[in-house]
């Protein structure tokens, strides 16, 4: 069955630059989510859309900013990237509640 | 290929009865399991980890698992439900030495008065 698909898998960037994750839900799911996990820490929410809307907002940056298209891929934008940035963002999809989490995609600013 | 297995996407008990949840796991070499929980527009929050040190983990607020490789099996309990312990559990697995977390789709527990 088709996952959660997300893209890259690995990212290496500077200070400062930017940083654009993709995330791929699973087919008819509605719901996208973001979150960051830091070394060592919990995944925490960022952000989430449904049906191409912001449904719910977490801790994320204003130097971050994420949408939803119409094919409901899901784009995270990072700005500015700090050294704190470095982390582990998981996408996750869900349909009728039940959520499925992406593998991940490694964000390691340097 | 590693992968999670949560059994039943919701589960429903009584407050000051028994909660068990299960969770699954295929993985080639010995693995680090986690259970998380979620509370609705948050983050997951860590219960606890089995790391290969024991195989009875206790976690926080009262929750424990225990890891069988026999049964391949990482089932979250404990003895009597809050009603504060309704919210959604996530299983997850990460390859001991690598970073790829999987986590399995979750189970949400109800909890009735």
């Known amino acids: 069955a088709a996952g959660v698909i997300q893209s890259p898998r690995h990212l290496i960037k500077e200070k400062r630059e930017t940083a654009t994750l993709k995330c791929y839900p699973i087919p008819r799911h509605d719901t996208v989510y973001w979150y960051q996990q830091g070394p060592g820490q919990d995944p925490q929410f960022l952000i989430s859309?449904?049906?191409?809307?912001?449904?719910d907002k977490g801790s994320i940056p204003d130097r971050f900013s994420a949408q939803q298209f119409s094919d409901y891929h899901s784009e995270l934008n990072m700005s500015s990237l700090e050294l704190g940035d470095s982390a582990l963002y998981f996408c996750a999809s869900s349909s009728r509640g039940r959520k499925f989490f992406g593998p991940g995609t490694r964000l390691t600013v340097l | 290929a590693q992968s999670v297995t949560q059994l039943g996407s919701h589960v429903s008990v009584s407050e000051g009865a028994l909660v068990l949840l299960r969770c699954n796991y295929s993985s080639s070499v010995p693995p680090y399991l986690f259970w998380y929980v979620q509370y609705p527009n948050q983050g997951l929050q860590l219960l606890l980890k089995y790391t290969s040190a024991a195989t009875l983990v206790k976690g926080i607020n009262g929750f424990e698992a225990e890891f069988k490789k026999s049964e391949t099996s990482f089932h979250l309990t404990k003895p009597s439900a809050h009603m504060s312990d309704a919210a959604e559990y996530f299983c997850?697995?990460?390859?001991?030495?690598?970073?790829?977390?999987?986590f399995g789709a979750g189970t949400r527990l109800f909890v009735k008065a």
């Open positions: 859309f449904y049906e191409k809307m912001q449904s």
């Open positions: 997850a697995v990460r390859m001991t030495g690598g970073f790829k977390t999987i």
